[in-house]
T-cell receptor, first 113, second 113 residues
Framework: GNSVTQMEGPVTLSEEAFLTINCTYTATGYPSLFWYVQYPGEGLQLLLK?????DKGSNKGFEATYRKETTSFHLEKGSVQVSDSAVFFCALSHSGGYQKVTFGIGTKLQVIP | ETGVTQTPRHLVMGMTNKKSLKCEQHLGHNAMYWYKQSAKKPLELMFV???????ENNSVPSRFSPECPNSSHLFLHLHTLQPEDSALYLCASSLGQGRSGYTFGSGTRLTVV
């Protein structure tokens, strides 16, 4: 079956540090890949997506590249801010039905001044 | 404002109470979802509605009863809940099967006492 693996965290960084949150997946065929972000007290927001191999999704300084050869979709940001503190979810969506969206467990990011 | 509105934001109910959660979207999406988010667990898909018909029910206990009167509104009726049902309940919507991503509401924080 489909699965998404990401570290649970928390990941603690100082402001302006480089961020990497790893995400690997298992799926047959060609899923779409997503990163969602959840700020404290809120629901999930779509941060970025990629629909085919080698696509790069980007938004708000975050980016991730769909790597089919390593089945990965790692999230990166060059310089984090305190306001980036949130929980980040990697997800994949596969054709074949409405419940073919699989979420990772979420990685909590804490950015300290 | 994400485009998906959930009410109430917070709800405390006794185990013998009956209450309802409401979700509303005016994005023109044709599928709506209920998810349960508990601490230290992956997101759990509870129900999926497509064009107002229930498509998926992931073996959710009958004390949770969904209702989708039209494509813009989704309810989750609650009765005789257990303390372990305390969680954040998230509504989401999508166009089609969600290959372009979901739009989530801010959630209802439910506490069962």
């Amino acid at each position: 079956g489909n699965s998404v693996t990401q570290m649970e965290g928390p990941v603690t960084l100082s402001e302006e540090a480089f961020l990497t949150i790893n995400c690997t997946y298992t799926a047959t065929g060609y899923p779409s890949l997503f990163w969602y972000v959840q700020y404290p007290g809120e629901g999930l927001q779509l941060l970025l997506k990629a629909t085919k191999a080698d696509d790069k999704g980007s938004n708000k300084g975050f980016e991730a590249t769909y790597r089919k050869e390593t089945t990965s979709f790692h999230l990166e940001k060059g310089s984090v801010q305190v306001s980036d503190s949130a929980v980040f979810f990697c997800a994949l969506s596969h054709s074949g039905g409405y419940q073919k969206v699989t979420f990772g467990i979420g990685t909590k990011l804490q950015v300290i001044p | 404002e994400t485009g998906v509105t959930q009410t109430p934001r917070h709800l405390v109910m006794g185990m013998t109470n009956k209450k309802s959660l409401k979700c509303e979207q005016h994005l023109g999406h044709n599928a709506m979802y209920w998810y349960k988010q508990s601490a230290k667990k992956p997101l759990e898909l509870m129900f999926v509605y497509s064009l107002e018909e229930r498509v998926e029910n992931n073996s959710v206990p009958s004390r949770f009863s969904p209702e989708c009167p039209n494509s813009s509104h989704l309810f989750l009726h609650l009765h005789t809940l257990q303390p372990e049902d305390s969680a954040l309940y998230l509504c989401a919507s999508s166009l089609g099967q969600g290959r372009s991503g979901y739009t989530f509401g801010s959630g209802t924080r439910l506490t069962v006492v």
